[in-house]
């Protein structure tokens, strides 16, 4: 296997689809070495057919704005790998939505699916629904109408969708709903993410989050530092982001700075209690505007319009926004300003430059968002095990299987990605790992 060859003809079949192929060409460089070392994985293709998503459904959707006028909008899922387990991943609302961006996002799913040491195969959906600016009831109904059409393609063995961008438990009450008036079947396994009295599980809105930092706990473990007193520069304010800020804050670091796409709040004396619980206001106004944080509290931060969070002086960086939200300037500006260590919360949070650039830097720590963030769809399949037995457990119970998984999650990242130096790639490690596992699952079930 060459990667630049596959990459030429990926290029070739599906033209403009840049964060797909951005995606895929981060794991074929990873993996290229191992993957050679193994004929068998070579005889059966197992790259060719992995590259690809098994299916993928495009559906209109129609609904009715609160003026009483008609909008169209385009829906997916993305069923992309299930060969160790039923394809499992969020719905993205977002007005940037393409076939691209969730490929990518499946493609991501499908290895840290495998690294969650957890039977789920990788998926992802969603629309080009713009959810800013919308009241509730357009939330509701924009939820129904495309549940009309995802319908047909989910269930508790076949795909289970969750959150992502612009859905939480809000729209996962919505889409639910509808999927049990449509379906006549009232079980509580065919979405995660759902609210605590029908079937939710205790810690999943926090458990991205939470995850995140429990890995970054063990980063800086094994390079010898503590996470206590550091400074942390956070992009975003929505799930991601506020479960992030309540573990660093309960950890001991301190949160200098939240970004939206306006710009950055600048908090110099550290973010707290009652600025995380707004930040939950911020996230159901449909505002999408950071700012809304300095007007709230403007004695404790400040607003600077049209700077990230990655202008501000800090330890660690945690992008939790969007795709490629971190550049290679950015990650200069942030070494520049004394930055050692960037753990991507968001899927695909860094440009390759802003990786490449890091891991350049020595003594840099750098961990991918498939390794990071899996916390969150753990925790998915988590709520998925305790739908299926009919219990709930409590939150110890979950935290305590969460912090093991991370655990596990970063072992297999040192397994398979430690350098000469006894340093760890993180990168590499994680591709590997969950290619490995994925790859064995898809040549011992043969050419399905
Ligand atoms: O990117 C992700 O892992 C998610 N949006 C969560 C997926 C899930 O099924 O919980």
Known sequence: MKTQEIMQQLAAKHPGEAEYLQAVEEVLNSIEEVYNQHPEYEKAKIVERMVEPDRIYTFRVTW????????????????????????????????????????????????????TTLPMGGGK?????????????????????????????????????????????????????????????????????????????ILRPEATGFGALYFTQHVLELAGKDIKGKTVAISGFGNVAWGACTKAVELGAKVVAISGPDGVCAIPGGIDKEMIDYMLVMRSSNRNKVQDMADKFPGKCSFVAGKKAWSQKCDIALPCAFQNELSEDDAKELVKN??????????????????????????????????????????????????????????QEVDERLHHIMASIHEQCVKFGKRADGTIDYVKGANIAGFMKVAQAMLEQGLV
Not at 135 to 149: K, N, T, V
Not at 165 to 193: D, S
Not at 343 to 359: D, K, L, R, T
């Open 125 to 201: 959906g969603g629309s080009d629904f713009d959810p800013v600016g919308k009241s509730d009831a357009e939330i509701m109904r924009f939820c129904q109408a495309f549940m009309l059409e995802l319908w047909r393609c989910i269930g508790p063995d076949q795909d289970i969708p969750a959150g992502d961008v612009g859905v939480g438990g809000r729209e996962i009450g919505f889409l639910n709903g509808m999927y049990q008036k449509l379906a006549q079947r009232y079980h509580t396994g065919v979405l995660t993410g759902k609210g605590m009295t029908w079937g939710g599980s």
């Open 64 to 115: 009715v704005d609160d003026k009483g006028e008609v909008q169209t909008n385009l829906g997916y899922r993305v069923q992309f790998n299930s060969a160790i387990g039923p394809y499992k991943g969020g719905l993205r609302f977002h007005k940037a939505v393409t076939p691209s961006m969730l490929k990518f996002l499946g493609f991501e799913q499908t290895f840290k699916n495998a690294l």
């Open 338 to 395: 004394g930055t050692w260590c960037c753990c991507e919360v968001s899927n695909m949070g860094c440009q390759p430059g802003a990786i490449h650039y890091f891991q350049a830097q020595k003594g840099f720590l750098f961990a991918p968002g498939k390794a990071v963030n899996a916390g969150g769809v753990a925790t998915s399949g988590l709520e998925m095990t305790q739908n299926a037995e009919h219990i709930s457990w409590t939150g």
